[in-house]
């Protein structure tokens, strides 16, 4: 199975400040199959990012996604303060669809 | 709005059956796939398996033996079982509407496993 490594474990930010996740797999996700979910405490993971790229219905487009291949990447171009909370990249190109560990993204 | 509702025992023995059951409102369960996922410390987010209207499933491999889900259109429910379960199957477990993408989940709920 696909295993993605996401770094770094935890950013610490000031609201306005740009973020930048990353995701990496351990063998190449075909067809950019790969998400991105924001889960804050108590409540299940969100929808954000699918096909590498795309936003989901209803994200601000402050989210961006991007990357290929094995390396993938997620910006928040301006934190605001709702945004603080754990980010997972998942791989849906190859089963089993996999997680990785999460971004804790807190303030500073 | 579509909305789901995990049910079911929080406390399951160990080598027991753990049993869940999730209740979708607002919508129709037909034409739709319904996921559960599970999550621990441990081993963080785990996707268990898919069940589509018809019945149709594709499970994880790593869990493959041991999972069965079902489906009943009539009441808009679906279920999940685990059986021979083991401190390791403790987690939160979500079940969620989607094939691969999930746009809807209920709110999950912590299944222990102890003794």
């Known amino acids: 199975e696909i295993v993605l490594t996401q770094s770094p474990g935890t950013l610490s930010l000031s609201p306005g400040e740009r973020a930048t996740l990353s995701c990496r797999a351990s063998?190449?996700?075909?067809?950019?199959?790969l998400a991105w979910y924001q889960q804050k405490p108590g409540q299940a993971p969100r929808l954000l990012i699918h096909?590498?790229?795309s936003r989901a219905t209803g994200i601000p487009d402050r989210f961006s996604g991007s990357g290929s291949g094995t390396d993938f990447t997620l910006t928040i171009s301006r934190l605001e303060p709702e945004d603080f909370a754990v980010y997972y990249c998942?791989?849906?190109?190859?089963?089993?669809?996999?997680f990785g560990q999460g971004t804790k993204v807190e303030i500073k | 709005q579509v909305q789901l509702q995990e049910s079911g025992p929080g406390l399951v023995k160990p080598s027991e059956t753990l049993s869940l059951t999730c209740t979708v409102s607002?919508?129709?369960?037909?034409?739709?796939?319904w996921s559960w996922v599970r999550q621990s410390p441990g081993k963080g987010l785990e996707w268990i398996g898919y069940?589509?209207?018809?019945?149709?499933?594709n499970y994880n491999p790593s869990l493959n033996s041991r999972v069965t889900m079902s489906i009943d259109t009539s009441k808009n429910q679906f279920s999940l079982k685990v059986s021979s379960v083991t401190a390791a199957d403790t987690a939160v477990y979500y079940c969620?509407?989607?094939?691969?993408?999930?746009?809807?989940w209920g709110q999950g709920t912590l299944v222990t496993v102890s003794s």
């Open positions: 969620a509407r989607g094939q691969i993408l999930c746009d809807y």
């Open positions: 607002g919508g129709s369960i037909s034409s739709y796939y």
């Open positions: 069940i589509y209207s018809s019945g149709s499933t």
């Open positions: 063998q190449s996700v075909s067809s950019r199959s």
């Open positions: 096909g590498a790229s």
């Open positions: 998942q791989q849906y190109g190859s089963s089993p669809w996999t």
